[in-house]
């Protein structure tokens, strides 16, 4: 009785299941002695939203209770008095979910009493292990949280993609004008980062715990928080935006047209913040392909606006941030809609609570010092490039932007670490977070050398798209070779990231990302000034750049997490 509500003395229930797969369905008699004259029935039936996915991006344990919208929301459907009502219930204490996996552990004499992603609860024996099976099921899971979350991650630098594929059409002022606006819109969003990952990480870590209404709770206050700092960010911006784009080298034309851009994208940043915040709630509950379908309809929104907008209505690059901006809102609202009615189904209060958005806050700040460090090192790889030389620069940027979108990648495998780690630890399964950590790592590892790989091979060619100088192209090629080489590096390194963002050791993460980073800052100085004029070919410069970038930025960040993982502090 106490696994369907409490039990209450006087009931009495009969149960009844059946072993589907991925599923348990189950039906039980409830009768309840008269206590008092006014004793009644009541049935309920218990479903979880699950906006159209499948079992392919979720734990085989997720429930899939119907097509519709309505079964979809977390209705009850409450039968008292003879009436038949539905309702959203606001407390649900009911989960019996049951996957394949642990059906078949059960059968095999396997009785580790699990949750509802498959995970061992706090306390239970969890030396159990299926050897080969085991490893497939876990990089199965990985892959199906890992390759949604790409999609995801490229969004915001999509829209930009689409802007700038539209706005050329306009003329060269506009063109420049894009790229001083969408340089601060990116800085200033990319900033904010942390308040996917911190989210991520507090929900998975709360519903491995079961304290599924408070890791709910958790996500709502990030969207409170993602909303107040996306307001003053975007009020900020609009205010600042003529004397920040004339720091970034405006002028004339070119400062009158960034402007524009700046002022009409940056209103959507609220949006676009309520959009991580929002990402962070679903990678916590493992449900992801909501989050690509997003990004999917964002793109296609943006780039329907922007046509409309730039070159059927002409409203010039205005029309393109508007479009942008309007891209961003609709994002956030086609997922902050169902997360609000799927913590209310868990009965989380949509108030903002100030103890909760300060909380969420203090969480944040970590990983907003760590992004801040990784942020400035990229600065001041982009200056000791531009001392190198314009041609040296020139090629920079093309391997730069290249390598920016394949991080996305790695960064995705990250993120699974991330989310299954966190929900293990929530459960207090030690012995399972070392084998998803390890297994994550290797994800990261085999990721980073199969991309790698493509990289340096396409960038033996990729020049041609990039520059119609051949002295540039071979920069390209050199320092694409040159960054191909070391991705597998930066595979492991970014799937140990996430992980030790899953486990929430944010404050170890800020100081080595800060010590590093300041090393390496040190390291670059001296080589724009002290080295590179002893460099007599942009070839060699370009090398030892990139050479520098890996060896000391990620490879100082790899051997952090290398010594972290050494020791169990992470997972305190």
Known sequence: ?????????????????????????????????????????????????????????????????????????????????????????????????????????????????????????????????????????????????????????????????????????????????????????????????????????????????????????????????????????????????????????????????????????????????????????????????????????????????????????????AGSGVATLIAQWFMGLFLVIPAILWSRADGASLRPRLAGIAAAGGDGLPLFIRTLAIRAAMVATVACAARMGTAVLAGFQAVNSSWNFAMNMLDSVGIAGQTLVATTLGAGSVQQARRLTRATGRAGLVTGAVIGTAFAVVGLFAGHFFSPTPNIQTLIAVGMVTMGIFFPLQGWMMAIDGILIGARDYRYLAGTCTLTAVVYVTLILILANMVTPALTSDLMRTAVLWAAFNVVLMGGRGLSNRLRMRSDAWMK
Request: hydrophobic residues 45%.
């Open 1 to 317: 009785p106490s696994s369907i509500g409490g039990g209450v003395a006087g009931e009495r229930y009969r149960m009844e299941t059946k072993r589907l797969p991925a599923s348990v369905h189950f039906s039980f008699t409830y009768e309840s002695a008269p206590r008092h004259a006014e004793s009644k029935m009541w049935i309920e039936k218990i479903s979880y939203p699950h906006f159209g996915d499948n079992s392919g991006d979720n734990p085989l344990s997720y429930p899939h209770t119907g097509d519709n919208l309505v079964d979809s929301l977390g209705i009850t459907f409450r039968v008292h008095n003879r009436c038949l009502r539905n309702v959203v219930r606001r407390d649900m204490r009911v989960s019996v979910h049951i996957d394949s996996s642990d059906a078949k552990a059960t059968s095999s004499g396997d009785t580790t009493r699990r949750d509802g992603f498959g995970t061992p609860h706090a306390g239970a024996n969890t030396n159990t292990s299926n050897g080969p099976t085991d490893a497939r099921s876990t990089n199965r899971r990985i892959m199906a949280l890992a390759l949604p979350t790409f999609g995801q991650l490229i969004a915001e630098p999509t829209f930009i993609l689409i802007d700038t594929a539209i706005v050329g059409h306009i003329g060269d002022a506009a063109l420049a004008g894009l790229s001083i606006g969408s340089t601060i819109i990116l800085t200033a969003v990319g900033l904010c980062i942390f308040l996917a990952y911190s989210t991520t990480a507090q929900v998975a870590h709360l519903l491995g715990a079961g304290r599924r209404r408070e890791g709910l709770q958790a996500g709502i206050d990030g969207l409170w928080l993602a909303l107040s700092i996306g307001t003053v960010l975007g009020l900020g911006l609009f205010a600042a935006a003529e004397p920040l784009c004339r720091a970034l080298g405006g002028q004339g034309e070119v400062l009158e047209q960034a402007v524009t851009y700046t002022r009409a994208i940056v209103l959507g940043a609220p949006g676009m913040l309520m959009v991580y915040a929002a990402n962070g709630i679903f990678r916590g509950l493992q449900k992801v392909r909501i989050t690509l379908i997003a990004a999917v309809g964002g793109a296609v929104v943006n780039t329907a606006l922007d046509v409309l907008f730039v070159i059927v209505l002409n409203w010039g690059i």
